[in-house]
C-alpha cells in the first residue's frame, strides 16, 4: 500500500511537469507567432517595452480589421450562395436550327353524343331502366372529359356497384371521342398541303384528352390507327428560308364545342398549371408567337440547382420520365401524391410501372384531393437550365363571315435567346477572400 501511494504521488509530479513545459510551449509559439505574423499590427500587440495603452490601442485595431473582415467575406459567401450567375442575351446566337413548339388542340368536350349513345346502348344492352341508363351516359362523357378539371365528378360513381370496378377507362374513352379524320381538316405545314392526322395524334394531358403537333410524348398507338400513319417522335424545325414557320389546321364542325390552344415545348405536353394560349372560336384565323429560349452554360455546373436556380436535365432521374423538365418534375410530383393517396393515377398519364391506372373506385378516391392536387400545388421543382417560353405576340381577327382555318406560328426571325452563365465562382470566392484577407 505504502508503494503504491509513493507511485500515485510521482505520477502527479510527472503531469504537473508535463503541463508545465506544455503551457510554456505555447506560451512561447504564440509570443514567436505575434513577432514574426506579417498580419499587421500583430506584432506590436505582444512586443516587448510597448506601452500597454498603446498594445490596447493596436489589438483593437487587429480585431476591428478581422471583424470587417469577416463580415465582408459572409457578404461574399451570400452572393455565391443567392447570387452567382448572370442572364443576358445571347449576341453570339444563330439560329440555324429552330425547333417548331408542340400544338396542342383540346376540346372542350372531346366525346362525340352519337358515339356516347352507341356504347351505352351496347355496354348495358339488358339494361331498361332509364334513370341508369341516363346514369351510364353521364359517367361515359366523364370519363371522356377526364382532367384535373373535371376529376371531382367521378366522386358519385365509386358508389355505384356497376361502376366502380371498371378499369379499362381509356379503353372506353376511345371508343366515344371525336377521331382525327372526323375533327381536323386542311392542314399546311410551311406553307404545303399536310395530312392533319400524320401530324396531330391523340395525347392524353392533365387538361383532358388533345391531338398534338410536334411532341415527343405523343401515343404510339390508338384503336382507330391506319397503317399509313407514322408514330415516330422526329421533332420538326424551321428553317430561316421556310415559305412560312407556321402550321394551320380547320375543324369539320365547331359548334358550341370550342378548341383550348396550347402552345408549349415540343419536349412537353399542357400541364394543369398552364393556362391555354387562345380558346377557339373561329373568331381569329391566326395566332403568331415568339420563342424566349434560356439555356445554362455548362460551368455552371459547379454551382448547386439552388444556386444557379434550374436543373440540367441529366441532373436529377425521374421515374416517370427520360430526363428532367419542369413539366415533367410537376407530373412525378402529382403522380406521387396520386399514388400515396389513392394507390393510383388517372389514366391522362403515360404507363409508368409502379404507377398504376385507377379504376372508378380510384378516380373517386382522387376526387377527394382535387384541390390538392390543382395549379397550386407545392413540388419542389426548378426550371430546366434549357427553357423555352411561347409568348402570344400577334392574334389576327377574322374580317369575313367565310369560315377559315386557324394559322399558329411565329411572329418573326429571328429567335431571341438568353444565356444564363456564371459571375461569380468558387475561384471569384476564394480569390476575393483571400484579398480581403492579406488586407488584415
Known sequence: MRRRLLDDGGGGKVGRKTFGLLKTSWLYQTKQFFDNSSLHGVRYIAEEGRPTIEKLMWFVFVLSGAIVTLIIIASLWEKFQTNPT?????????????????????PTSPANSTLIEEYVAKKWDKVTDQTKLELYTKFVNDVANLSYATLANMAEYGKVPELRKMSQLRELLYSVVEKCEDLLKDCNWKGEAYSCCQGFKPTFTENGFCYTFNSIHVEKTWPWKSAQTVTDTQVNYIYETDSKWAVSFDV?????????????SYDELPGVDMAPQHIWNRKVNSIYFASRTTYTTNDARQLSPKQRKCVFEDEIKLPTHDKY???????????AYARSKCSCVPFFYHKVDGFPYCDV?????????????????????????????????KVTDVTSERLEPLEVGFVSWPMIQYKREVLFGWVDLLGESNIFFSLI
Open 361 to 393: 373506385e380510384g378516380l373517386s378516391c382522387l376526387a377527394e384531393y382535387t384541390e390538392d392536387m390543382g395549379a397550386s400545388m407545392n413540388c419542389p421543382c426548378m426550371l430546366g437550365c434549357m427553357n423555352v417560353v411561347y409568348e402570344v405576340e
Open 252 to 264: 369539320f364542325e365547331l359548334k358550341n364545342n370550342t378548341l383550348k390552344i396550347f402552345i408549349h
Open 325 to 335: 423538365s419542369y413539366w415533367g418534375c410537376m407530373t412525378h410530383c402529382r403522380m
Open 86 to 106: 448572370i442572364t443576358g442575351l445571347d449576341t453570339d446566337f444563330h439560329s440555324w436550327d429552330v425547333p417548331f413548339p408542340g400544338v396542342s388542340i383540346c
